[in-house]
């Protein structure tokens, strides 16, 4: 069982960043990490993931959203910069490995002036 706590979401006015990270419980380095974001009204869509040294982004998010991890430190990170209102969502944590995985319980994100 993988718990992951999630923090680091808040309000933030267009044009601005924020970081999210996701502590992850134990054994980790195996496990492909992902963050999800969920709007309201809308079906939860991936943001971005990374396996090893491979990463992927949804296009809304390339060249503003980097993800990165530190198997030391068991965390995974969003950084987020030039935030738009439509990035507005409740952000998730996945930890994937095969056909098991795990869900954090999501921090809120807020874009607006």
């Known amino acids: 069982q993988v718990q992951l706590v999630e923090s680091g979401g808040g309000l933030v006015q267009p044009g601005g960043s924020l970081r999210l990270s996701c502590a992850a419980s134990n054994i980790f380095s195996r496990y492909v990490m992902g963050w999800y974001r969920q709007a309201p009204g809308k079906q939860r869509e991936l943001v971005a993931f990374i396996s090893g040294g491979t990463t992927k982004y949804a296009d809304s998010v390339k060249g503003r959203f980097n993800i990165s991890r530190d198997n030391a430190k068991r965390t995974v990170y969003l950084q987020m910069n030039n935030l738009k209102p439509e990035d507005t969502a409740v952000y998730y944590c996945?930890?994937?490995?095969?056909?098991?995985?795990?869900w954090g319980q999501g921090t809120q994100v807020t874009v607006s002036a």
């Open positions: 996945n930890a994937r490995s095969g056909l098991t995985a795990y």
